[in-house]
């Protein structure tokens, strides 16, 4: 029998209300020794909550009772809303493992959730990310592969491909004979089809997964241009040294932003020079690099430059600002002063979101890696389609394994080499 765990599944430290957590085939004889009579599955009731051998007396409580199979495990699970003092918890730790509970382990509510198919594996990466969400963005993209949606999409590709797979399977039988034209068709036009729905999340993978990750903006240079200065007031913070000497940043310097809802790594780098100062070369070489690899550039030119020099190339997204516009009548920003950040602010989040809105539902790289092989098995079977011979075997074999691919990133087979990894990411009570 699976044993019965509790956890704090609200924050801990002092608070209003702690609500404690109770799932697993036991929780209705534990939760019933402390409060007497539970309510009814799928309603709350008002209890005090005491301890049967003593009768000592441990808080009042909300009591949720869910039943199996319309809980967040499936299993059967009563929440306790006590207040939330640490001797409260505590105490109801105490009582809950005196009647058979156990502390629950990193994320095995939602490992039980899994088991039991309340939640398939997306839906569990979109719930992790959803409890570490810091930004709207984050939120939202998370909300929506934690309700199903990516779950959703993959049933019908796989449903599609199912009939496919019969309708081959119908062919075959036809052996010698010829195969009727209306039956290829189909078959084709059913491969064709989930091909492009598939392409279409592939191409919004990256900003699915820089949403999640972050966007990365690189402030780049000549020295002493003031890009450290200008970071800093971007940050809203003095992480990064500035000084008159041209040279001070040699690492890439980076702080986490929201700018517009989104979740942005703002790089500070080296001025971008030719220099004999070994270090210093160093930082410039990083500097490019990431430059490079950054989803955008804010180029900063000093006083007098009049335009971007050719050591990092830029996209025609990227923004080139004139810095200094406290002593300098063609600048149009100023670390020093903030002029000009506001701007500044708004066409980066402009640019930004710009992005994001091409995202699709693909969180995590191993969705991405999935569907990249169910795409290649697809064209395969398609160019199969194609030739004059009979090729119902392959062709069959092919989509086979693009419905296998679909399967790994539903978690519907290969689930367990991953539930670590997944589940380490998690918090306790959850
Ligand atoms: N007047 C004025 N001075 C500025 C402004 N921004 C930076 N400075 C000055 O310019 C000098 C260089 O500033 P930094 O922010 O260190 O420049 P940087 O581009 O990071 O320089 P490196 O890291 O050496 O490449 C310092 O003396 C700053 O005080 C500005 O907007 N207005
Ligand atoms: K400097
Ligand atoms: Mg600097």
């Given at each position: 029998m699976q044993d019965t765990i509790y956890a704090l599944a609200s924050g801990s430290g002092r608070a209003g209300v702690a609500v404690i957590r109770l799932s697993g085939p036991q929780a209705i004889e534990i939760a019933s020794k402390l409060c007497r009579s539970l309510p009814e599955p799928g309603s709350h009731a008002l209890r005090k909550l005491r301890m049967v051998e003593t009768g000592e007396l441990i808080d009042e409580a909300l009591i949720l009772r869910f039943a199996a199979g319309a809980s967040f495990t499936g299993e059967d699970v009563v929440e306790f809303q006590c207040h939330g003092s640490l001797a409260v918890v505590a105490a109801m730790g105490t009582a809950l493992e005196s009647y058979g509970a156990r502390p629950a382990d990193r994320g095995e509510f939602t490992r039980r959730a899994l088991e039991n198919g309340m939640l398939d594996l997306t839906q569990v990466e979109g719930l992790a990310d959803l409890i570490d969400a810091d930004t709207e963005a984050q939120r939202k993209q998370a909300f929506r592969v934690m309700q199903g949606n990516l779950s959703e999409a993959v049933e019908t590709w796989r449903a599609d491909l199912l009939r496919a797979l019969a309708l081959l399977a119908a062919n075959i039988d036809f052996a010698d004979e010829e195969i009727p034209d209306d039956l290829v068709k189909e078959i084709v036009l059913r491969i064709k089809a989930v091909r492009t729905g598939i392409a279409a999340q592939l191409d919004g993978a990256k900003a699915a997964q820089r949403i999640r990750s972050g966007f990365e903006v690189a402030i780049i240079g000549?020295?002493?241009?003031g890009k450290s200065t200008l970071f800093n007031r971007l940050a809203g913070s003095d992480a990064a040294i500035t000084s008159s000497i041209a040279g001070t940043t040699r690492d890439v310097i980076e702080v986490r932003l929201d700018i517009g809802g989104n979740a942005v790594s703002l790089l500070d780098t080296a001025g971008l020079r030719e220099t004999e100062d070994e270090i210093e070369a160093l930082g410039v070489a990083r500097a490019k690099k990431r430059a490079l690899e950054a989803d955008l550039r804010v180029a900063l030119l000093e006083p007098g430059q009049a335009e971007p020099d050719d050591d990092v190339v830029l996209g025609a997204d990227d923004l080139i600002v004139r810095g200094k516009s406290d002593i300098s009548a063609e600048g149009t920003i100023s670390g020093v002063t903030g002029d000009g950040i506001a701007a500044l602010l708004q066409a980066i989040s402009q640019r930004i979101s710009a992005d994001a809105a091409e995202s699709s539902l693909l969180i995590r790289q191993r969705h991405k890696s999935a569907l990249a092989t169910a795409v290649e098995r697809l064209d395969l079977a398609l160019a199969l389609c194609e030739m004059e011979a009979d090729m119902s075997d392959l062709i069959s074999e092919e989509v086979r394994l693009a419905v296998r691919s679909l399967d790994v990133l539903v978690g519907r087979i290969d689930v367990e080499d991953l539930l670590g990894e997944i589940f380490s990411s998690f918090c306790i009570g959850k």
């Open positions: 000549r020295p002493n241009a």
